[in-house]
């Protein structure tokens, strides 16, 4: 998933990219060019460039998933999140893709990921490169990234999408949890106004990090959503 | 080693890879464009490039080298070499590199490697494409094999992985919030009073679920303590 690219010859690169390695399902939050699907750089990836979505909010386009990464070229000063090296990385995201989609971010050219946008993470992957030069082409680190995660296997690729009975939570409902969570903790004088929009930074990463599963991110809301009922009823 | 490269950008970008890497040694053989070394899309490669060596035959340029590969997207028609995929390409390139200089051959975007190439290689390796779409971008070909061998190198990824304390929530926590949580959803009429010791247990089962840490788990007790409050007050 690209956010906020700013050339849309990255785009086309990172396409041609996903269509080498077999990851095939792009989303795109606001590019800055509207003309991608035309782009010169992606030779043999029109396919993909057709079917590619485009959405407004990294939240409606991480709304089916049900891990999320974000690539980060960082090193260890972002320490709200867990940092894995790309070959670990991919080892937990081919077992994940087992039993739900899986969405990786990757950030504008100029400024990578915002706070805002690592707060729809689970945890953050980095390409381990040189510590003195460590920033990387945009396409070339989809690339890396969507070889590495074809190892060792057919497949281990995006598609696959059997749900286990022990599925992890779709973004989509967590978000619904994050909504009714954080209503209940308004109306019950948890959070201050003027501290709203951090609150639900906050509440989001903490959700991530329970590692819901499908079936109790369900009980979870209902619990909510009556609590909520009540609060307001009263 | 790029050899006969067409486009200036895809050098820089080749050279923004391998410096990203630590492969810093590049060999060009008679690239069409001799501007390559102010390439705009070598963003922090510009060391790289200034030491990169021009010559006019491949035979020059791996003079030096111990081992010579050539890189190819094709499959196994080619019967005259050896063709090995990444992953074991790199493990023999790492053994080998401990006692000389390994040479990998990058040939045209247009028509790869000659058969005059191909014949100063030991042997062949091939990045393990979707065989529907084995046309990849020269650039992102070389940083995937720059990525690849820099596998599992000590240096290659100093402190990266910094995991949170992420110690885990004790019993005694996990008790209080299974009250005040069973106590909200009374109040809120979520939980019968016929199944009320049947919710206990299903509640205690999903917050093991949570593998909740201690930090959140605060938090969350403080969240159901205050939600607590106002259903009781109102």
Redesign the interface.
């Known amino acids: 998933m690209l956010v906020r690219t700013r050339n849309p010859l990255n785009i086309g ?1 990172a396409a ?2 996903m ?4 990851a095939l399902d792009l989303h795109l939050v606001t590019p800055y060019e509207k003309a991608f699907r035309e782009a010169v ?1 992606a ?3 029109a396919p993909l460039l057709a079917n590619a979505k485009e959405f407004n909010s990294v939240e409606e386009a991480v709304g089916d998933c049900s891990l999320v990464i974000g690539a980060t070229a960082i ?2 000063r972002e ?1 709200q ?5 790309l ?2 990385a991919g080892k937990k995201i081919r077992k994940k893709l087992a039993g739900g989609r899986v969405a990786i971010l990757f950030g504008s050219e100029k400024t990578g990921l915002s706070n805002r946008d690592l707060s729809h993470c689970h945890w953050l992957l ?6 003195e ?5 945009l ?2 680190s989809v ?2 990234v969507v ?2 995660l ?2 060792g296997g057919s497949d281990a690729m995006p598609g696959a999408k059997n749900k286990l009975s022990s599925a992890a939570a779709d973004m989509e409902t967590l978000n619904r949890i994050n909504e009714a ?1 954080r209503e ?2 308004d ?4 959070i201050h106004r003027r501290s709203a929009a951090n609150a639900e930074e906050k509440l989001r990463r ?1 959700l991530l ?5 499908a079936a ?1 991110a369900e ?2 809301l ?2 909510l959503r ?2 909520l ?3 307001k009823s ?1």
């Not at 999140?81 to 090296?85: G, R, T, V």
């Open positions: 690169a041609r990219a269509s080498n390695f077999g750089s030779v043999g990836a090193g260890n320490l999140h867990e940092l894995y090296p070959d670990e980095r390409i381990p490169t040189r510590a030069h460590r920033s990387m082409n396409a070339q690339a890396i070889y590495e074809s190892r969570l209940a903790l109306l019950s004088g948890y903490m990090r329970f590692d819901l599963r109790d009980v979870l209902g619990m009556k609590i009922w009540k609060l009263d």
